[in-house]
């Protein structure tokens, strides 16, 4: 007996095997990043204490990541950084979803003027340079961080807007919407009850998507001094302070970026591969 | 033309002298691998094609006919291993590497897929498909540009193309029965011994595929080249083939040539198929449909496969192992081990089976509930300014449906019957014309105020062709019944009414209570057209639209629905406008039939008096391309004329 395997072994592998270990690491690190961020404070509680006698010092026993130029361990304020770096992010992507969701679904179901107006000011949106607009308006306004994140949550969900719109054309002209339409629900009652529930491992994914894009947005603002409170530890502020340190306590400088890139690229694997599973989940054939 | 013993002969002869044969297929089994876990698609089936041979494999979906036709030239799809041996000139299909498979494809063994609108590339223009395999063979001799065009040229004359123009011209630009003749012509420029045509002629309308099975046929025979024609429709098979292979759950359960199998099939799931195929030319009181759906083939691994729908299943012999497929009578294989006893049987079901009941007579007129009259639709593509080509899908059609009465629309893809049945529901608004529903002006939804439009919803109610598509797919059937059930009422019942009501909904399409729990990724075809049916009747309608509500299933599972429809109109008093290209399935359920022909009605009559003496030339055509197991039916096709 003799077997011929289907050619394109790798798409096999991938219909086989289950997430993968990278996807795996991924998970791991997300949702290592969302405990510091609920308990941070409880695993290191003072991450402002300094010790001044040390001052800017390398890694040691006492301080793993050493200390910066104040004295504080750079360890803890990564640690109890996490909450700033995943709590602005949760809020945009969550926000901009909302509005991008209700407004899509507008676009795209209803149509007509409503269509074009929301069209024409997601248009307005994408040709404004967002991250300029985001640093001139925070700066103007004073900064502060949950302005940072009120503004990055407008400036992302033209973005959410569009990619519902278009789903929801997808799904509008299929049978079951037009099933829902001749028992003569109301037109809320289909788009909300019938296809938004069709669109959530869209939404899903996108909000895992955009997570990234909001969590650099918000560290650049910071680093720049326009989020957080000057002291509050933040991993694009402590990014800007350790820059000086280079030479000193590279750790200072590389960890809050290191934390940055990991959890971003991580953010956007898992969004990956949340999509292609989602997508295919309940699919009609 | 041939008589039956001739193809008796034939198939004898071809069965007994081994070796002859161009491929012969030995206990293929396809199997796949998902998240670790094996599953069956095909175990362990045989073959045989000889040159100038047609085979039909012949199954229902889920019998993995397809990927046996796919396993034989080394085209399954990833994650999906072929076993057995294919052997082709000595050689085994299976054992042989990519690059030397290559080399066979197109050139010794061709395949036709089924979608005639996505097999052409469309950016490539008609003849270049043609020129690109010619240009790939390494046996003849090499031509000059311009002689690959000649060539491509008269390859399509072959097909029934004479005009050389389609060599310039881009698919799309093309209809589908052009596009499969185009594929059929590209995948035989090579040349190849042997054709592999999945479902060729599926995708395509009733006259559209006789023409294409003609040029099929035709070009089988002047070639001799071994042909294996996959299908489900067995009446297709029954026309076209000499030998057939009936698969039912991966495994062949009957081989006989095909007038044989059409005069006395040799095991009951084919009986059943020929039984649940409804007749053309009479109407029947119930379809004999087979119970349940097709099962996964590892369910049925160590029985019968057919044992769980079989009406003559005996625990001892059909469950105690899978039988083998046997010679019962020289050339007729079955897989059935009670044969013997039950063969007398199944011809007394298939007796009592063919005795017609006459069509439904019209009856006194009842009551008129829709009135259609001069029904116009015009399609506009773009808007407003930018508004381009319009497409006239209605020209002044009228019918009349009377209170509880059952009328079909026939006609083909593109006669506007679907916007019709569109227009009724207000899912299209018509561009001149009236509809009258109940007394109440139809035509345009939007205008009427929220009572009357309510009334209209209450009062019609539509069933969608593809109930793949027609169920939502993240909500349970249960949510989807409740909210008709609470359309149709305008206080809010007691939840308990709702789930009394829901279940007696389900009971009524026969649905057990405990799936209104499931989503419709957990439903067959069959079980989905039934929720949608159920979740039309929660209004309580007196009219149903029914837009092609069997084209999508299989053939048994169509008789279940047949059934069921003509159920509930007894039942209920239900009145249809039956929308279907299929003009037997029409005859089963209704009593009278318009024809419609690019939008326009151009005869109407008594279902039976219609079909049985057409008086329109388009209807004739019609009725002359529903597939018949003589031969002569393709040779016909060149006699009946396109109506101007």
């Known amino acids: 007996m003799s077997e011929a395997a289907a050619p394109l072994g790798l798409a096999e592998e991938r219909i086989g095997s289950g997430p993968g270990l990278l996807i795996g690491l991924c998970w791991g690190i997300v949702i290592g990043v969302m405990v510091l961020a609920a308990f941070g404070e409880w695993i290191a509680p003072n991450p402002s204490a300094q010790d001044l006698a040390t001052g800017v010092a390398g890694p040691s026993a006492a301080h793993w990541l050493g200390t910066d130029d104040l004295g504080r361990d750079v360890l803890a304020r990564l640690i109890v950084g996490a909450r700033t770096a995943v709590l602005g992010p949760v ?22 003027l409503s269509d074009s107006v929301i069209l024409r000011w997601a248009d307005l949106m994408f040709a ?28 992302s969900s033209p973005y959410d807007t569009r990619l519902i719109r278009a789903a929801t054309l997808e799904q509008r002209p299929r049978a079951y919407i037009e099933a829902a339409r001749v028992l003569g629900l109301p037109g809320r009652r289909v788009a909300m009850a019938h296809l938004l529930p069709n669109l959530v491992p869209l939404i899903i994914a996108s909000v ?19 989020g957080v409170g000057a002291g509050t530890p933040d991993w694009g502020r402590m990014l800007a302070e350790g820059r000086t340190l280079l030479f000193k306590n590279p750790a200072a400088a590389l960890a809050p970026g290191a934390m940055l890139i990991l959890t971003a690229a991580s953010m956007n694997l898992v969004g990956d591969w949340l999509a292609e599973r989602l997508s295919d989940r309940g699919r009609a054939r | 033309m041939r008589p039956a013993d001739h193809f008796e002969q034939h198939a004898y002869a071809t069965m007994q002298a081994q070796g002859t044969h161009l491929l012969e297929v030995r206990d293929l089994r396809i199997t ?53 041996t294919v052997t082709y000139e000595g050689r085994d299909l299976l054992a042989m590497p990519e690059r030397a498979l290559r080399r066979i494809r197109g050139s010794d063994i061709a395949l036709i897929l089924q979608d005639p609108y996505t097999m052409l590339s469309p950016l490539r223009r008609c003849g270049k498909h043609l020129e690109e395999t010619l240009q790939l063979r390494d046996d003849g001799p090499r031509l000059r540009r311009r002689s690959y065009r000649d060539e491509a040229v008269r390859r399509l004359a072959e097909v029934g193309i004479t005009d050389p123009g389609v060599a310039d011209v881009y698919p799309f630009q093309l209809s589908g029965g052009m596009r499969q003749r185009v594929g059929i012509a ?90 649940s195929e409804p007749p053309s030319d009479r109407r029947v009181s119930t379809l004999e449909a087979i119970a349940g759906s097709v099962p996964e083939p590892d369910e049925v691994a160590t029985c019968c496969p057919f044992a ?12 105690v192992g899978k039988p083998a497929l046997a010679e019962f009578a020289p050339s007729r294989h079955t897989a059935c081990v009670r044969i013997a006893d039950i063969r007398h049987e199944m011809s007394a ?68 019957k679907t916007t019709l049945g569109r227009c009724l529901v207000g899912l299209e608004t018509p561009s001149a014309g009236e509809i009258t529903i109940d007394g109440v002006d139809g035509s345009d939804y939007s205008a009427l105020d929220r009572n009357a439009r309510n009334h209209l919803r209450r009062t019609v109610q539509m069933i969608f062709q593809d109930p793949y598509q027609s169920l939502n797919p993240a909500r349970t059937v249960d949510f989807a019944i409740t909210e008709a059930l609470r359309a149709r009422r305008e206080r809010a019942d007691p939840q308990e009414d709702l789930d009394a009501l829901t279940g007696e909904l389900l009971g009524r399409v026969g649905l057990p209570a405990d799936y209104r729990a499931r989503r419709p990724i957990a439903l067959s075809g069959g079980e989905r057209q039934r929720v949608a049916i159920a979740r039309a009747l929660a209004l309580e309608p007196r009219l149903l639209v029914c837009d092609e509500p069997v084209s999508a299933l299989d053939v048994s599972v169509q008789a279940q629905v047949l059934n069921l429809l003509n159920r509930l109109r007894e039942d209920l008093g239900i009145a249809y406008l039956f929308i279907s290209h299929d003009l037997a399935v029409v005859r089963q359920v209704v009593d009278r039939v318009y024809v419609l022909y690019r939008g326009q009605v151009v005869e109407s009559g008594p279902v039976g008096d219609v079909l049985d003496s057409p008086k329109h030339p388009y209807t004739a055509r019609l009725v002359a391309s529903l597939p018949r197991p003589d031969t002569d039916w393709l040779e016909s096709s060149s006699t009946a004329k396109r109506p101007a």
């Open chain 1, 91 to 112: 809020l945009i992507t969550l926000g901009s979803a909302l509005i991008g969701t209700l407004l899509g679904l507008l676009a795209g179901y209803v149509g007509g």
């Open chain 1, 128 to 155: 404004l340079p967002g991250q300029l607009v985001a640093i001139v308006v925070v700066g103007v306004l004073g900064g502060g961080y949950f302005l940072a994140v009120a503004i990055l949550i407008v400036l």
């Open chain 1, 208 to 226: 895992f998507l955009g997570f990234a894009y909001a969590l650099l947005a918000l560290a650049a603002l910071s680093f720049l001094g326009l």
């Open chain 2, 32 to 84: 796949s691998r998902v998240g670790g876990r094996h599953r069956t698609i095909v175990s362990g089936i045989g073959l045989t094609v000889s040159a100038g041979e047609t085979v039909g494999i012949v199954g229902e979906s889920g019998s993995g006919k397809s990927m046996t036709a796919r396993a034989l030239l080394g085209l399954l799809p990833a994650g999906l291993m072929a076993h057995g």
């Open chain 2, 186 to 275: 590209a995948a035989i420029a090579r040349d190849p011994k042997i054709l592999v045509a999945d479902e060729p002629t599926t995708a395509l309308d009733m006259t559209t595929q006789k023409e294409s099975l003609g040029v099929l046929k035709s070009l089988q025979e002047s070639r001799r080249m071994g042909l294996i024609l996959i299908t489900h429709d067995l009446r297709v098979a029954f026309a076209m083939c000499d030998r057939v292979y009936v698969l039912y759950a991966g495994s062949v359960v009957e081989v006989a040539a095909a007038p044989v199998v059409e005069a006395e099939p040799l095991h009951p799931y084919t009986l059943g198929l020929l039984l």
């Open chain 2, 308 to 319: 769980p729908r079989c009406a003559w299943v005996r625990d001892d012999p059909c469950r």
């Open chain 2, 349 to 416: 079901l298939r007796s009592s089976a063919e005795h017609p009941v006459p069509s439904a007579t019209v009856a006194a007129r009842s009551r008129t509930l829709v009135r259609v009259e001069g029904l116009d639709k015009v399609f506009t593509a773009g808007s407003g300014r930018k508004a381009g080509r319009t497409v006239q899908a209605l020209v002044g059609a009228s019918l009349e449906v009377g209170d509880g009465e059952s009328v079909g629309l026939v006609g083909e893809s593109g006669s506007g």
